[in-house]
Structures are given as structure tokens and as C-alpha cells.
T-cell receptor, first 110, second 117 residues
Framework: KQEVTQIPAALSVPEGENLVLNCSFT??????LQWFRQDPGKGLTSLLL?????REQTSGRLNASLDKSSGRSTLYIAASQPGDSATYLC?????????FGKGTSLLVTP | GAVVSQHPSRVICKSGTSVKIECRSL??????MFWYRQFPKQSLMLMAT?????????EQGVEKDKFLINHASLTLSTLTVTSAHPEDSSFYIC?????????????FGPGTRLTVL
């Protein structure tokens, strides 16, 4: 069974800092990996989708990398802003479903 | 990106009643829809997967007679929580995926907060 772990569980940084969120998974036989953002009491917003054949994806200030062989992905957020405060979820796509980590709760302080 | 809606966004019901939650893909045809449940400070847990016109596939530990799923069209799936109990209180989120299969993006609805008194 795929196990997805996200570190750290919570993170607080001052505005403007660059930061890295980590995701690890136990089974490297994946189809893709997605990073999502979830605001309190809300649904999920897809940030980046990396297919298994890709190494990274970029969107604006966000960059996600994927190393299948080591079972790791990182989400890099450049020049963080208070509006980036949310929970970030990593989800590993298997043959049938997405397996989610518990998320990293990010707080960016002004 | 594609839009998925859920209705209602929030529901409070008495123990023993049934609650229906709708999930709609507004601007694309959802070949496959997924239902997840999320308890506070926990990850999303997949409950079931449904393909249009077929019976849903339930994850281990999820009672199919309690959580009825219908995916009658390419834009609508419903989850009915039958004889709800307080332990069913949770955040229910659906997602939808197009015909691209496992490599396609899943688009998530905004979620439904169910509180059973």
C-alpha cells in the first residue's frame, strides 16, 4: 500500500522567504504526482501535476520536482506571500487512485 | 481549469436520516468520479471510485450499503449517506477526471461539511 509522508507538518515563515515543502512516498511505481492547496474548510486547488516521466513542473512562483527512484518530491515556493498561507497536500497517482499525504500547514506572516 | 461543484456545501442532520450530496462537472465530461472523506487534521481518504454507468468500486472498510453512489451521467455523481450517525460527520469531497485516464488531472469540488447530531 502506498504511504505518502509530508514534512514538515507545519511551517511558519516571514513574508518574502523562499521555502521548500517535502513529500516522500514508498512505492515508486506511480503514474503522476500532484501538489494541491487547501484553504481552511475548502476544497482542493490543483497547483502542479508532474507525470511519472517528468522531473519537474513550474507555475509562476511554484516549482515542483519529482525523483521517482528515491520516492521524493519537493514543492518550492519563491518569495512567499501572506496569501500563500494554506495547507499544501501532496498526492501520488497510482493505477486507480490518488494517495494523499497529511499536508503541510503553511503560515506566511507579514 | 475545469470546474467541479458540490451541493450542498454544508448540511446538518439528525441521526438516522439520509443525506444526499451531489457532485457535478460543469464544463467537461467526467468519465470517472471519486469520493473522498477528510476528518479534521487528517489526509483525504478515498471512499469509492465510480465510472459513468457502472457500479462504484468501494475501498476496503467503506460500507457500500451505507454510502450509496450513483454516477448516472457524465456530469453528475451523487453520494447518499444512509442512516447517518455522528461518526459520519466529516468533510466529503468529490473529484472528477476526464477520459484521459490515470494520467489525467483530477479536479476537486469545494467539499460538503456534514454534521450529524
Amino acid at each position: 500500500k502506498q504511504e505518502v509522508t509530508q514534512i514538515p507538518a507545519a511551517l511558519s515563515v516571514p513574508e518574502g522567504e523562499n521555502l521548500v515543502l517535502n513529500c516522500s512516498f514508498t512505492d515508486s511505481a506511480i503514474y503522476n504526482l500532484q501538489w494541491f492547496r487547501q484553504d481552511p474548510g475548502k476544497g482542493l486547488t490543483s497547483l502542479l501535476l508532474i507525470q511519472s516521466s517528468q522531473r519537474e513542473q513550474t507555475s509562476g512562483r511554484l516549482n515542483a520536482s519529482l525523483d521517482k527512484s528515491s520516492g521524493r518530491s519537493t514543492l518550492y515556493i519563491a518569495a512567499s506571500q501572506p496569501g500563500d498561507s494554506a495547507t499544501y497536500l501532496c498526492a501520488v497517482g497510482g493505477r486507480y487512485a490518488l494517495n494523499f499525504g497529511k499536508g503541510t500547514s503553511l503560515l506566511v506572516t507579514p | 481549469g475545469a470546474v467541479v461543484s458540490q451541493h450542498p456545501s454544508r448540511v446538518i442532520c439528525k441521526s438516522g436520516t439520509s443525506v444526499k450530496i451531489e457532485c457535478r462537472s460543469l464544463d467537461f465530461q467526467a468519465t470517472t468520479m471519486f469520493w473522498y472523506r477528510q476528518f479534521p487534521k487528517q489526509s483525504l481518504m478515498l471512499m469509492a471510485t465510480s465510472n459513468e454507468g457502472s457500479k462504484a468500486t468501494y475501498e476496503q472498510g467503506v460500507e457500500k450499503d451505507k454510502f450509496l453512489i450513483n454516477h448516472a451521467s457524465l456530469t453528475l455523481s451523487t453520494l447518499t449517506v444512509t442512516s447517518a450517525h455522528p461518526e459520519d460527520s466529516s468533510f466529503y469531497i468529490c473529484s472528477a477526471r476526464g477520459a484521459g485516464g490515470v494520467t489525467d488531472t483530477q479536479y476537486f469540488g469545494p467539499g460538503t461539511r456534514l454534521t450529524v447530531l
